[in-house]
């Protein structure tokens, strides 16, 4: 079992910065590929970005590619999505996710394990 803890959400102004935390915990946090998905009301959840295990390879969505940037530090157990230029369409609950597979990390259903998400607000 993986124990995901999401952190940093809150409400910020249009153009604004966030970064998003997530510690893990239980089994060793290396083994697993990460990724950032989430959802607003009334929509189905969404990926957002994905790093590899070692952290070489970063993969993101096109609504948020050069504005986002999702990294990991493995001796703290930790991912990060560090959001620049928040618009309010970001406005949503962020999720973090944990797999061990190969299967593609923009699918929901490839990620194993889940943070119980933050909310992000952006106004406009």
């Known amino acids: 079992q993986v124990q995901l803890v999401e952190s940093g959400g809150g409400l910020v102004q249009a153009g604004g910065s966030l970064r998003l935390s997530c510690a893990a915990s239980g089994r060793p946090f290396s083994n697993y590929a990460m990724g950032w998905f989430r959802q607003a009301p009334g929509k189905e959840r969404e990926f957002v970005a994905a790093i590899t295990w070692t952290g070489g390879r970063t993969y993101y969505a096109d609504s948020v590619k050069g504005r986002f940037t999702i990294s990991r530090d493995n001796a703290k157990n930790t991912v990060y999505l560090q959001m620049t230029n928040l618009k309010p369409e970001d406005t949503a609950v962020y999720y973090c996710?944990?797999?061990?597979?190969?299967?593609?990390?923009?699918?929901?259903?490839?990620?194993?394990?889940w943070g119980q998400g933050t909310q992000v607000t952006v106004s406009s």
């Open positions: 996710a944990a797999r061990s597979n190969s299967s593609p990390y923009y699918y929901p259903t490839s990620y194993d394990y």
